[in-house]
Nanobody
Framework: QVRLVESGGGLVQAGGSRRLSCAAS????????MGWFRQAPEKEREFVAA????????HYAAFVKGRFTISRDNAKNTVHLQMNSLKPEDTAVYYC?????????????WGQGTQVTVSS
């Protein structure tokens, strides 16, 4: 059973930065595409970013391009999301996800989520 555990959420002021981390308890971590989704109150969960197993291909939602950076460390079974220039509309629960393809359309595993709140 794959377990994904997010950390790094919290309260941050608009314009600030936050780094989320996701630790995976899986021996085949490097074979998965890893990604981040988010869900704001009363909204559907939406894709944020994804990274292939080698880290050479990344994919971002349009609303975070230039502000967020996804990275991974296969030796440590971790994936990170560096969030800069945060806006109040970035407030959401952020979920780590593992999938077999960069499209992230059929997520195999989800983390429990970590809350990020951006104050104006």
């Amino acid at each position: 059973q794959v377990r994904l555990v997010e950390s790094g959420g919290g309260l941050v002021q608009a314009g600030g930065s936050r780094r989320l981390s996701c630790a995976a308890s899986v021996g085949t971590f490097s074979s998965y595409v890893m990604g981040w989704f988010r869900q704001a109150p009363e909204k559907e969960r939406e894709f944020v970013a994804a990274i292939t197993w080698s880290g050479d291909i990344t994919h971002y939602a349009a609303f975070v391009k230039g502000r967020f950076t996804i990275s991974r460390d296969n030796a440590k079974n971790t994936v990170h999301l560096q969030m800069n220039s945060l806006k109040p509309e970035d407030t959401a629960v952020y979920y780590c996800a593992a999938d077999s393809t960069i499209s992230m359309r059929s997520v195999d595993y989800w983390g429990q989520g970590t809350q990020v709140t951006v104050s104006s």
